[in-house]
């Protein structure tokens, strides 16, 4: 299983459906993940991978992690995991 397919399952288990019907271009809004299924999805992606993601719950807006969409939180923790690789 790669980065995109555990990044969407655990995603998909927040918003309780099934992975396929989570597409790239899937918001955490669109997919009905409100704020505390989105932080526990983070601590999910977090505990999967070993990272810590730079994702503040109190002020989203301001955070380093774009969380916009399924695609962006992807790119963000293959990036987070080639950093700690490096």
Excluded: Y
């Amino acid at each position: 299983m790669d980065v995109k397919e555990q990044v969407i399952a655990i995603i998909a288990e927040q918003a309780m459906l099934e992975p396929s019907d989570i597409t790239m271009e899937s918001t955490p809004e669109s997919i009905g993940i409100d704020s505390l299924g989105l932080v526990e999805s983070i601590f999910a992606i977090e505990e999967t991978f070993d990272i810590s993601v730079p994702f503040n719950a109190n002020e989203p807006e301001a955070s380093d992690f774009d969380i916009s969409s399924v695609a962006t939180i992807v790119a963000g923790i293959e990036r987070l995991i080639a950093e700690k690789a490096a």
